[in-house]
C-alpha cells in the first residue's frame, strides 16, 4: 500500500521556506539548518519522483 507523502512534503518545504524568509528578514542566519535543509531535500524529491 502506497501512502501518498505528498501533503506533508509540500507542508515541510512551505515551512522551511517560512522559516528562511523570517532568517532573512531578521538579518539572522542558521548553518546547521540550512546544511540540513539542503541535503535532504534532493533525497526527498527523488523518492518523491520515485513513488509516482
Do not use: W
Not at 532573512?24 to 541535503?39: M, V
Amino acid at each position: 500500500m502506497q501512502i501518498d507523502n505528498q501533503p506533508k512534503s509540500d507542508e515541510f518545504y512551505t515551512n522551511c521556506m517560512r522559516y528562511f524568509e523570517a532568517l532573512r528578514k531578521t538579518g539572522k542566519q542558521d548553518f546547521g539548518f540550512e546544511d540540513e535543509f539542503f541535503y535532504t531535500m534532493p533525497a526527498m524529491s527523488e523518492k518523491i519522483v520515485s513513488e509516482q
